[in-house]
T-cell receptor, first 113, second 112 residues
């Protein structure tokens, strides 16, 4: 089983809709969870981090974490064409003094005007 | 703002050459990472480091080595470049206890 899995997509939504991106992880010791956005030809940029169970909201973005189900999601409300990008889920697993940051393969989101 | 700088944006090397990719961060971060990114395969971790002179293998370390002599600099070394190492290479750094990681601009390496 891969360490971090994302719904493979691609995902296409109309402008103004809610986009829902999902991610599961295999290691129960995972402690930090991130969502990155990557535009074509660019490096990933951090958009959300979440460390405890529940929801975390930042503008149009909401991250949700359920450690019991080993599940983390990202909701994008009022989706805009500029949100069209690949979204990467990332998880940190602590191994004592080191912190391994592992990514899912990403979900390509297209927001249609 | 955190700044992570990779030495080259594009590189073309010949098969068998020794290749150095350099990464420097200016935020005194403990953790640094090297990934490669290929279409359909996502970001795959090659090596990471949690302190000076400390390194850990990631998921695909074969054919690579790393060096971290100073806290701000993490180098990826391809001992003998091969065509299957043609890829986008991304460096990232993060602070202690698993906080957010920030990426450099990436190096697109082509091995011919």
């Amino acid at each position: 089983q891969k360490e971090v899995e994302q719904n493979s997509g691609p995902l296409s939504v109309p402008e103004g809709a809610i986009a829902s991106l999902n991610c599961t992880y295999s290691d129960r010791g995972s402690q930090s969870f991130f969502w990155y956005r990557q535009y074509s030809g660019k490096s990933p940029e951090l958009i959300m981090s979440i460390y405890s169970n529940g929801d975390k909201e930042d503008g149009r973005f909401t991250a949700q974490l359920n450690k019991a189900s080993q599940y983390v999601s990202l909701l994008i409300r009022d989706s805009q064409p500029s949100d069209s990008a690949t979204y990467l889920c990332a998880v940190i697993v602590s191994g004592g003094s080191n912190y391994k940051l592992t990514f899912g393969k990403g979900t390509l989101l297209t927001v249609n005007p | 703002d955190v700044k992570v700088t990779q030495s080259s944006r594009y590189l073309v090397k010949r098969t068998g050459e020794k290749v150095f990719l350099e990464c420097v961060q200016d935020m005194d971060h403990e953790n640094m990472f090297w990934y490669r990114q290929d279409p359909g395969l996502g970001l795959r971790l090659i090596y990471f480091s949690y302190d000076v002179k400390m390194k850990e293998k990631g998921d695909i370390p074969e054919g690579y080595s790393v060096s971290r002599e100073k806290k701000e600099r993490f180098s990826l070394i391809l001992e003998s470049a091969s065509t299957n190492q043609t890829s986008m290479y991304l460096c990232a750094s993060s602070g202690p206890t698993g906080t957010e990681a920030f990426f450099g601009q990436g190096t697109r390496l082509t091995v011919v």
